[in-house]
Nanobody, 115 residues
Framework: VQLVDSGGGLVQAGGSLRLSCAVS????????MHWFRQAPGKEREFVAT????????FYADSVKGRFTISRDYAKDTVYLQMNSLKPEDTAVYYC?????????WGQGTQVTVSS
């Protein structure tokens, strides 16, 4: 199983970015997907979760109302649409999935928000 993150970059405060996480490999069963982030000098923190069906989503309070997690089954890809970005959103963003009883992480994609 491999997760590949992409879509990060440099954006001004108030701007938007869309992150992608492409999932590949042999997977059995259903799995939820998550986004985490890690800012310099800080611990990795939870950002958002989406259920297998896509019908259930959950967000950290710090991003609620600004970020939207979604998934495209045809492309085996999970997205994180980030709007109204703030400088405090600057971090490396990682997707995570639990498949086949194991946790898998993407390699991370850097998001930098300038003030």
């Amino acid at each position: 199983v491999q997760l590949v993150d992409s879509g990060g970059g440099l954006v001004q405060a108030g701007g938007s970015l869309r992150l992608s996480c492409a999932v590949s490999g042999r997977i059995s069963g259903y799995y939820a997907m998550h986004w985490f982030r890690q800012a310099p000098g800080k611990e990795r923190e939870f950002v958002a979760t989406i259920s297998w069906s896509g019908g259930v989503t959950f967000y950290a309070d710090s991003v609620k109302g600004r970020f939207t997690i979604s998934r495209d089954y045809a492309k085996d890809t999970v997205y994180l649409q980030m709007n109204s970005l703030k400088p405090e959103d600057t971090a490396v963003y990682y997707c995570k999935g639990t498949m086949n009883g194991n946790n898998y992480w993407g390699q991370g994609t850097q998001v930098t928000v300038s003030s």
